[in-house]
């Protein structure tokens, strides 16, 4: 905790602040999550061009939306996400007209097409003339619905990580889609219309926004701005479709069915008029293998899971617009067995129940300024049950009842004038907490085997009883923000300060400076960039009150309660990004980039056993680096490519404090933690000449595999039962261990595993050299038609979608700490037919 006189010089630097933002007030233009793009079709005389074709793209992302004028001439095009467009006005008997606009968000841009008289009707290609290369100091992403609609699907009801895991760089796929950014556990911040929500998203935490409630979402890798606060290593920002100001209903209705009895529907609707509009995705899915098992294949591991959303928008007038997103979700999944856990009938199982409520009103004050209001409460309701019969359940036998609810509000105002885009804000937050857990061990050698003496009095076998823990609390966060991006002719600056106020079971606070700088080289099309980023981050919600009374080590180090049980508290990263973007001709971008991170107190998780359940740990200190590229092909001939790559250094130093049953060494050493990996890979090449026409696509996937620390030598190999080496293909010459045959020696020293690396006997060293998870090559293809036939309202379409064609038998992770055991999905084959109208 900070002492007072910090305290103090906070405060005084966040009323400056306030201050110097009541100055700026006067010209202004904002930022926002979506903006808008108004404008009136004339002819040379000035008069209305009713009926004349309007269309927006942007060449790298694919977006592409057109509009028809009115009987006044005017077009308009709502819920944009910010970026760069290429426009352009085609009608008979004009030349077509084309401009450049760059939608800052929550303002609209207005243009005026004066048309010109042309001999013969003219055609035009809008986005041939667009730039390639943005001249912006923050690296990121941006997937429009267009893309990540045929992108393949490994995780069940993972909602948007497998779109950001296929198409953002320096992203570590894991176990039941979960990512960790660029060498961070799960440092991942969601924002939705402007809600922040930076608790977990997984599908084992919080059920997540569905793909189709989805317009468009943009990836921030590396130096968000200073509205962005904690959890930043990398930052989902998501806009979701609205009805406002559509001229005609439309929707979509999918089913599907697919391997492992996979079966899902997806509906959306949307329709409304100027000032209004109405929204709704429903969706449902039944899954045999729902989570990711820790056997190749299923065992216990059907789940379900349906989500609604529903989003209601309002603009009364040109000044005010007013939206209110609902959402409601429920899940529930067994928690796969291993086949020793399935022979002793082992039956647990886990229930979901989210919901969101969160308005949004966004005031035009003048033609430069706006004041955006966005209040917001969620909810995870989590149950955990075990089997009937305790001693079924093992080793352990475990139940969980939580609660996490989010009370918050996000409020800025913004201006702009010829070289600023000025935000200024407040963030508020309660989290309630509300924890009830009980553990009993049911396995006789547990304690002894894993040397766990603190979890002696809870060994059922042995005359211990249950451990029991209740309890509850209100984190409270409050933040305030500036931020500017200001242009200079080809110089860019981004410059910001954020304040953090954190009440929790600790309490502190830090001033957090962000400044990035990029330059764009016209005459070759090369935008440098580089920045600085200094972050508050915040202890995981999830499990957090019993997780900070553990101590170190964990519940299986110590005494529940003792004198040495230290609560989690918050940390504070520096992170430096350098990088470049490089356009090629008129269809190829390069960005590639370096990032270094130096974080004290950085978080993790201590996963149970292979459950769903995770208790948030620290560390004392990390150091993570690496590099990360993305290469874009837009659309040439039909066809449009991406290749992605990451490389990421994840060194964490001890001890670690928090955690359950934690056995990891307590020393101050260095080590590379489970989400570091050498290369990940991923490219994907898709072929649709016509819009709407017959498509296919690839997608290529390498992993140069994670660290698997339970198997450091032959030694750790050997003293692993059967199930556990037949899990990493663990063999004596041409004799694989089987559940009831392990191998406990090997004559000639031909002992080694397929699906995991241990070093050579006496090479192992934590952080230069230790044991992985197996390479792996994945391929998945896609073929379908969007309209295999249609009518004068309806498309008919249908989607067939392969994972894993060749059946790779791979593992996400072994005996992991932070993740447990999981093997990559099998070969999977699930077949969609829809219509759109």
């Known amino acids: 905790m900070q002492s007072s006189q910090e305290e103090e010089n906070v405060k005084r630097v966040v009323w400056g602040a306030i201050a110097l933002a009541g100055l700026l007030a006067g010209n202004a233009l904002p930022q926002g999550s979506v903006g808008s793009i108004n404008g009136t079709v004339t002819d040379p005389s000035g008069a209305v061009v009713a009926g004349a074709t309007v269309e927006v793209q942007n060449k790298v992302t694919g977006f592409d939306r057109t509009v028809t004028t009115d009987a006044n001439g005017t077009f308009r095009f709502l819920n944009l996400p910010p970026n760069n467009y290429h426009l352009g006005v085609t009608a008979g008997g004009f030349q077509p007209f084309h401009q450049d606009v760059t939608v800052h968000a929550a303002i609209p841009e207005t243009v005026t097409a004066k048309m010109t008289v042309a001999e013969a009707n003219t055609s035009i290609n809008v986005a041939e003339d667009a730039d390639l290369v943005e001249s912006v100091p923050t690296p990121h992403t941006v997937v429009d619905t267009s893309q990540f609609e045929k992108l393949p699907n490994y995780s069940v009801a993972g909602g948007l990580n497998d779109v950001v895991a296929h198409s953002a760089p320096g992203i570590i796929e894991d176990s039941n889609g979960f990512i960790h950014p660029q060498g961070d556990h799960a440092q991942t911040q969601f924002v939705f219309d402007n809600q922040p929500v930076t608790d977990q998203q997984n599908k084992q935490f919080s059920t997540a926004m569905p793909e189709d409630a989805i317009a468009s979402v943009e990836v921030i890798a590396g130096a968000p701005p200073a509205e962005y606060g904690d959890k930043t290593s990398l930052v989902i920002n998501a806009i979701t479709k609205s009805g406002l100001g559509v001229s005609k209903q439309f929707g979509s209705l999918s089913l599907d069915y697919g391997s492992f009895g996979t079966l899902g529907e997806d509906f959306t609707e949307g329709f409304g008029g100027k000032q209004w509009g109405y929204f709704i995705a429903a969706n449902t899915v039944r899954s045999g293998r729902y989570l990711d098992p820790p056997e190749f294949s299923a065992l216990h591991d059907v789940g379900n899971n349906e989500t609604t959303f529903q989003r209601f928008d309002y603009q009364p007038d040109d000044s005010d617009t007013m939206h209110l997103n609902l959402f409601f979700s429920r899940a529930w999944f067994q928690t796969p067995n291993t086949y020793d856990q399935s022979t002793a009938g082992q039956d647990q199982r886990q229930r979901i129940i989210s919901f969101n409520i969160a308005p949004g009103w966004v005031h035009l004050i003048n033609a430069n300024s706006t004041i955006t209001v966005n209040p917001y409460i969620r909810s995870d309701q989590i149950v955990y049950t075990p089997s009937r019969n305790p001693f079924a359940d093992q080793p352990a036998t475990i139940a969980q009842a939580r609660k996490l609810i989010n009370l918050g509000l996000k409020s800025d105002y913004a201006w702009i004038n010829h070289h600023n885009n000025v935000k200024t804000g407040v963030q ?274 390498y992993d140069s595999g994670e660290v698997a620390g339970a198997v450091p030598t032959l030694a750790a190999a050997y003293s692993l039962t059967g199930d556990e080496q037949a899990s990493i293909g663990f063999h004596c010459g041409s004799t694989f261990a089987t559940i009831n045959s392990p191998i406990t020696s090997c004559a000639g020293g031909n002992a080694a595993a397929t699906l995991v690396v241990i070093p050579a006997a006496g090479t192992e060293n934590d952080d230069h050299n230790p044991p992985r998870v197996a390479p792996r090559n994945l391929f998945d293809a896609a073929i379908g038609d969007d309209d295999i036939f249609h009518t004068d309202r309806i498309r008919y379409r249908a989607q067939l979608t392969a994972v894993n064609i060749t059946n790779k038998v791979a593992l996400y992770n072994f005996l992991s700490t932070f993740s447990g055991t999981h093997f990559v999905s099998p070969r999977g084959v699930t077949l969609e037919v829809g219509m759109v109208w």
């Open 428 to 701: 508020v937050q309660h989290t309630f907490l509300n924890e009830q857990f009980s553990l009993g061990i049911t396995d006789p050698n547990f304690v002894a085997d894993s040397d766990a003496p603190g979890l002696a009095p809870y060994d059922l076998t042995h005359g211990g009883k249950l451990f029991q823990f209740a309890s509850h609390t209100d984190i409270k966060e409050y933040a305030y923000y500036l931020q500017d991006s200001v242009t200079l002719g080809s110089f860019t600056a981004q410059v910001g300060l954020r304040a953090d106020w954190y009440r929790g079971i600790v309490a502190g606070s830090s001033l957090e400076p962000r400044i990035g700088l990029s330059y764009q080289f016209k005459p070759t099309n090369t935008v440098f960039r580089v920045s600085y980023s200094k972050f508050y981050e915040t202890p995981y919600n999830e499990n957090l009150l019993l997780s900070s009374v553990t101590g170190a080590g964990g519940l299986a180090g110590n005494v529940f309660g003792a004198f040495g049980s230290t609560p989690l508290k918050p940390g504070t990263r520096n992170q430096y990004n350098t990088g470049i973007e490089q356009g090629i001709g008129k269809h190829i971008v390069v960005d590639a980039g370096y990032f270094w991170k130096y974080t004290h107190n950085a978080f993790d998780f201590d996963t149970l056993f292979n459950t769903p359940i995770a208790f948030p740990i620290e560390w004392r200190k990390s150091k993570i680096d690496g590099v990360s590229a993305r290469v874009s092909m837009t659309d040439t001939h039909g066809f449009t490519a991406y290749f992605i790559l990451g490389h990421t250094r994840a060194r964490f130093f001890g001890p670690e404090n928090g955690g359950l049953i934690f056995n990891s060494p307590l020393d101050t050493g260095v080590f590379r933690i489970d989400h570091d990996q050498a290369l990940e890979t991923t490219g994907n090449l898709r072929y649709q000449r016509k819009k709407n026409g017959p498509w296919a696509s690839m997608t290529w996937r």
